[in-house]
Nanobody, 115 residues
C-alpha cells in the first residue's frame, strides 16, 4: 500500500523558517516527480514546488528565492525548506507524487504564520 506521510508543519513567525518532509512508502518513487501543494483557508489548493527524478525543479513565483525543494538519494523522501516566511504562506501543505500514470497524495500538514 502506497503512503505519503508529511511532517514538520507547525507555527512560525513572519520571517521565520520551517522545513517540511514527506516520506513515501509502498513502492519505489525513483522515477516519480514529487512535490508540494498548499491550500490556504477559503482558497483552492495551489502549486508550490516540484522536483523531478532527474533533479530539475519548478517553483511557484510566490515562493521563488525563499523555498527550496530537495529529495534524498533514495528518491523516496522530498523536503521543502521554507525561509523568510510570509503570512500568505500559511495553509495545509500536501505532498504528492506522480509518474504520469499514477498519482498519490499525503494527508497534509498545517503551517501557520503569525505576524
Amino acid at each position: 500500500q502506497v503512503q505519503l506521510v508529511e511532517s514538520g508543519g507547525g507555527s512560525v513567525q513572519s520571517g521565520g523558517s520551517l522545513r517540511l518532509s514527506c516520506t513515501a512508502s509502498g513502492s519505489s518513487f525513483r522515477f516519480y516527480t514529487m512535490g508540494w501543494y498548499r491550500q490556504a483557508p477559503g482558497k483552492e489548493r495551489g502549486f508550490v514546488a516540484i522536483r523531478r527524478s532527474g533533479g530539475s525543479t519548478n517553483y511557484a513565483d510566490s515562493v521563488k528565492g525563499r523555498f527550496t525543494i530537495s529529495r534524498d538519494k533514495s528518491e523516496n523522501t522530498v523536503a521543502l525548506q521554507m525561509n523568510n516566511m510570509k503570512n500568505e504562506d500559511k495553509g495545509v501543505y500536501s505532498c504528492y507524487a506522480h509518474n504520469g500514470k499514477q498519482e498519490y497524495w499525503g494527508q497534509g500538514t498545517q503551517v501557520t504564520v503569525s505576524s
